[in-house]
């Protein structure tokens, strides 16, 4: 078979496209054929040893890649044969192998890709998803909320403007590039503004001159920054993510957010995980995730590469050029 392996860590070209032994599943688990494997901005940080959280660095060589959908082919011994045949996703956690044409995963992380649902939607709710719906716990939207959401042409981004919409909400979405921002008027956002012109904050008072109620933000870094006084008194400031660098606050502008009622929290990792609650509160959330969008309500945009160009999609990934969930295609 072929799949995308990684000999030392680097920039993206230090993935190359090779043949490699089909992998033999062990007991408990199944192999996959992959037809769709997710592509996740920690992918390209472990690619240049940039160690978590949560995922610790890979033993070289590896073949990366931590979500796949497709068709199960084999099962290892001890294993459920009522799997052979059917189409499901899976997140493989922290054991990677999902950049290939065939993937071993835990018989028990496997999801039957719901009924209308193609394997790269799947792959795109089952990692994207899941932390998207996680995301939203701690967000109380509804009609009056007004949701200011940057990176909003990307999958989490493309994924909280659509609920948000459907809770209600007033969307301001922030993006860059007037493609991207079209993309993002399109997703149903109510105002979409281009964080690199210099007067989309002022822009944003204007139309929201009370400020915004919730901040997702997954950028940090400037953006983030004036993002902040561009929120109402008793605001969210929900964390996630800080794509555009770290968000660092003098002590008076820290201050003068706590005077103001404005509450900044991390969203993920253990406070996700708590909130979501049972026994399995991932598996929880991907079952959500996979839900809402066999119902429609949640749509990811997804942008396809080959399977052999998967050193194209992380250079893409990193520098900004896609739009939606990255998804390799065999």
């Known amino acids: 078979m072929h799949a995308v392996r990684l000999h030392a860590f680097g920039p993206a070209e230090n993935l190359s496209y090779e043949s490699v032994p089909r992998p033999v599943p062990a007991p408990g688990q199944v192999r996959i054929a992959v037809a769709a494997a997710g592509v996740h901005l920690l992918d390209t940080a472990l690619r240049r040893g940039v160690q978590g959280p949560p995922a610790p660095l890979p033993e070289l060589p590896t073949v990366p890649g931590r979500e796949v959908a497709g068709t199960v082919d084999?099962?290892?011994?001890?294993?459920?044969?009522?799997?052979?045949?059917?189409?499901?996703?899976?997140?493989?956690?922290?054991?990677?192998?999902?950049?290939?044409?065939?993937?071993?995963?835990?018989?028990?992380?496997?999801?039957?890709?719901?009924?209308?649902?193609?394997?790269?939607?799947?792959?795109?709710?089952?990692?994207?998803?899941?932390?998207?719906?996680?995301?939203?716990?701690?967000?109380?939207?509804?009609?009056?909320?007004?949701?200011?959401?940057?990176?909003?042409?990307?999958?989490?981004?493309?994924?909280?403007?659509?609920?948000?919409?459907?809770?209600?909400?007033?969307?301001?979405?922030?993006?860059?590039?007037?493609?991207?921002?079209?993309?993002?008027?399109?997703?149903?956002?109510?105002?979409?503004?281009?964080?690199?012109?210099?007067?989309?904050?002022?822009?944003?008072?204007?139309?929201?001159?009370?400020?915004?109620?919730?901040?997702?933000?997954?950028?940090?870094?400037?953006?983030?920054?004036?993002?902040?006084?561009?929120?109402?008194?008793?605001?969210?400031?929900?964390?996630?993510?800080?794509?555009?660098?770290?968000?660092?606050?003098?002590?008076?502008?820290?201050?003068?957010?706590?005077?103001?009622?404005?509450?900044?929290?991390?969203v993920l990792g253990p406070a996700m995980l708590q909130r979501a609650g049972g026994e399995d509160p991932l598996r929880l959330l991907e079952t959500r995730a996979l839900a809402e969008a066999a119902t429609g309500r949640l749509r990811p945009a997804l942008q396809r590469y080959p399977l052999a160009e998967a050193a194209a999609a992380h250079h893409d990934l990193e520098t900004r050029a896609t739009t939606g969930k990255v998804v390799l295609e065999p």
Do not use: C
């Open 74 to 266: 084999a099962v290892g011994p001890d294993t459920d044969t009522g799997w052979l045949g059917q189409t499901v996703v899976t997140h493989l956690g922290f054991a990677p192998g999902g950049y290939a044409e065939y993937a071993v995963a835990d018989a028990a992380r496997l999801h039957p890709v719901p009924d209308g649902l193609d394997p790269a939607t799947a792959v795109a709710m089952i990692g994207t998803g899941r932390t998207t719906l996680g995301i939203l716990q701690f967000a109380e939207l509804g009609p009056g909320s007004v949701a200011l959401i940057p990176a909003a042409a990307g999958g989490i981004g493309t994924l909280l403007v659509q609920y948000a919409k459907h809770a209600g909400a007033t969307v301001v979405a922030l993006a860059g590039g007037p493609a991207k921002t079209a993309r993002a008027t399109a997703n149903g956002a109510d105002l979409a503004l281009d964080y690199t012109a210099p007067d989309w904050a002022d822009t944003l008072r204007a139309h929201h001159p009370d400020g915004a109620t919730v901040l997702f933000d997954s950028v940090g870094g400037s953006v983030a920054r004036t993002a902040l006084g561009l929120l109402r008194d008793g605001a969210r400031h929900l964390v996630f993510g800080w794509s555009g660098g770290p968000l660092d606050l003098t002590d008076a502008e820290q201050a003068g957010l706590d005077a103001r009622g404005i509450t900044t929290q991390f």
